[in-house]
Nanobody, 115 residues
Framework: VQLVESGGGLVQPGGSLRLSCAAS????????MIWYRQAPGKERELVAS????????NYADSVKGRFTISRDNAKNTVYLQMNSLKPEDTAVYYC?????????WGQGTQVTVSS
């Protein structure tokens, strides 16, 4: 299983970024996909999830109305569109697939929101 995140970077408050996570090594369309983030000195937290078939989504209260998770099962890719970014969104963002006993994680992509 391999998960590769991309799309992070430095953005000003109020700006937007789109994260991507390319998956391989498992049947992508059969698994929910989840974005987490971890800020310095804080625990990793769930940001958004999307289920495998119907596309049902869930979001942390802190990002509702600003972030949108989506997936393209034909491309084995999950996305996180982040709008109206705030400094408190600064974190390393990780893609997670609940495969196997512990699941699988990407290497993370840094998002920094600063003026």
């Amino acid at each position: 299983v391999q998960l590769v995140e991309s799309g992070g970077g430095l953005v000003q408050p109020g700006g937007s970024l789109r994260l991507s996570c390319a998956a391989s090594g498992f049947t992508f369309s059969s698994y929910a996909m989840i974005w987490y983030r971890q800020a310095p000195g804080k625990e990793r937290e769930l940001v958004a999830s999307i289920n495998s078939r119907s596309g049902t989504t869930n979001y942390a209260d802190s990002v509702k109305g600003r972030f949108t998770i989506s997936r393209d099962n034909a491309k084995n890719t999950v996305y996180l569109q982040m709008n109206s970014l705030k400094p408190e969104d600064t974190a390393v963002y990780y893609c997670h697939a609940p495969t196997g006993l512990l699941g699988s994680w990407g290497q993370g992509t840094q998002v920094t929101v600063s003026s």
